[in-house]
Every structure is written in structure tokens, then in C-alpha cells.
């Protein structure tokens, strides 16, 4: 049964960032059957994931988070959390005045090994008291996050009730090759409107949002260590080659490339 947790448990007494310490650490080791429902800060939330790997949700896009990713959650916009794989969670608090990153949309980014290590060494400085160390690190942090990568992996989701529920089942199987007439009867609508409605809402085809959800899902596969040949037969290719070359078209880069990581993620 997932455990759900409460918004209060988010907002931790003596931990908003104020103008003399504009970022602040929030540290917690969280199960995978862990979820927070729908909440907003009154700052802006950068979430990273030293190990495991987590789902944020806002009311239209989901984004899959591994470990050499991270997420920027602007102040006041209302998101779900859900711990897809046991994860030691390090959330960021920004002051919004301190801002370095965009505000009007969550975006996930790359998280560099430098990155890392500063979030490392503030909750350590911080536990220490040493304040002028501390705002040292907060403000370098501030500058890597001006410069980190965005990277488009989100997944746009749907307001027709019909469609959602299509949609929703995909995500919980992702690996699912059954066809639009195949999903008609749970989704209570034609494949001829289920296309329709892929096209109005989402303005994209069924076949090319499922190919969207698996590529989401082969970043916790990923994370788990699982060669790729693996990952590919998971979510449903015919072969490695067949999910590296859709990969590659619609990121850029191999799988490879784009899960490595660039050292051991700090703690």
C-alpha cells in the first residue's frame, strides 16, 4: 500500500531560505510505495535524487527523475511526488528573490558532478553551523543551476476523462502492445476518438505518446543497472538496436550518453 505523505511534513519548521540563507537542504531517505499528494511552496523546490528514482506530476505533464536528473519546481505550482524506486531525496528550498532559473514551468535538468557534490557539502556545512562556508556553497549552487541543461522529457497528460484513463494505464504498463481498438472498451470511447482526442489534447499520435511514456520508463531501468538489451525487451522492442535508435531520434544522444553519470552522487 503506498504511504502517503503529508504536505506538512514538506514544510519543516525553520527551513524557508530567507535572504542570509537563500537555499536550503532538506534531506530524506523515502521508500518506493512513498508519495506526497498535490502541494505548492511558497519557494522555488529543485528535487534530486542521489539514489532511486521519483515521478512528479503537475495537472497537465508528468516527468520520470533518475538519479542524474533533477527537477525545478517553481514557487506556488501545485505538484504530486510519487518514489518510484527507494530514494534518498535531497530537496533544494530557493528563495524566489535568489531565483537563477526560469519561474513559469517545472523543467527537469542535468545535474553535474559539481552539482552534486555542493548538495552534498550544504547539508553538511549547514549541520555544522558554519554559516559563511554555507552561503558560499549556496551561491555556487545558484550559478550551476543558472547553467544546467534543460531537457525535454516530460509527458504532456490529458484533461478528457476517457483518455485519462487510457493514458494512466499506459504509464502503469508501458510495455503494453495492444492497439487503440484493444484499449477502447477500458477507455469507454471508439479508437476513432481516442485518436481524435490524442490529436486535440495532446497534439501528438497514440502511438508516438506510448513511445514517450517508455522512454520515460527506461530511465529507473536504467538506474537499476540493467543493460540496455534488457531495458529494451522491458518496455516492449523488438531489439536493443530498435529502442537505441528511437532514443537517439528523439533525444539526440545514445541511452548510454544520456544516463551516464559523472562520478558517485553524493549523500
Known amino acids: 500500500m503506498t504511504a502517503i505523505l503529508r504536505h506538512r511534513k514538506l514544510n519543516v519548521p525553520g527551513y524557508d531560505p530567507t535572504p542570509s540563507r537563500p537555499v536550503r537542504l532538506i534531506a530524506r531517505d523515502l521508500d518506493d510505495d512513498a ?4 502541494h505548492a511552496h511558497r519557494w522555488h523546490q529543485f528535487l534530486y535524487t542521489a539514489t532511486g528514482v521519483v ?10 527523475v533518475p538519479p542524474s536528473r533533477a527537477i525545478w519546481i517553481p514557487t506556488g505550482i501545485t505538484h504530486a511526488v510519487t518514489i518510484l524506486e ?8 530557493v528563495l524566489p528573490a535568489a531565483s537563477t532559473l526560469p519561474v513559469d514551468a517545472c523543467r527537469v535538468v542535468e545535474v553535474s558532478h559539481l552539482l552534486r557534490e555542493l548538495i552534498a557539502d550544504l547539508g553538511r556545512v549547514a549541520t555544522e553551523g558554519d554559516r559563511r562556508r554555507e552561503r558560499l556553497v549556496s551561491d555556487l549552487i545558484l550559478d550551476e543551476l543558472r ?16 483518455l485519462a484513463t487510457l493514458c494512466a494505464a499506459l504509464l502503469a504498463e508501458p510495455s503494453s ?9 477500458l477507455a ?16 501528438t499520435t497514440f502511438a508516438a505518446w506510448r ?11 536504467v538506474a537499476r543497472g540493467w543493460p540496455l ?6 518496455l516492449g522492442y523488438s531489439s536493443q538496436s530498435a529502442f537505441s535508435a528511437m532514443f537517439r531520434r528523439t533525444f539526440g544522444k545514445s541511452p548510454s550518453a544520456f544516463f551516464a553519470t559523472t562520478g558517485r552522487p553524493g549523500r
Open 188 to 203: 469507454g470511447a471508439s479508437a476513432r476518438t481516442l485518436a481524435r482526442l490524442f490529436a486535440d489534447e495532446l497534439d
Open 147 to 162: 547553467i544546467a541543461e534543460t531537457l525535454r522529457v516530460g509527458l504532456s497528460l490529458p484533461a478528457d476523462k476517457r
Open 86 to 93: 527507494e530514494a534518498h531525496m535531497r530537496s533544494l528550498y
Open 55 to 64: 515521478r512528479v506530476s503537475t495537472g497537465d505533464t508528468t516527468w520520470v
Open 211 to 221: 513511445q514517450q511514456v517508455r522512454l520515460a520508463h527506461a530511465a529507473p531501468l
Open 177 to 185: 502492445t495492444r492497439t487503440l481498438d484493444e484499449w477502447s472498451p
Open 35 to 38: 508519495a506526497f499528494p498535490p
Open 229 to 234: 538489451s534488457r531495458v529494451a525487451a522491458e
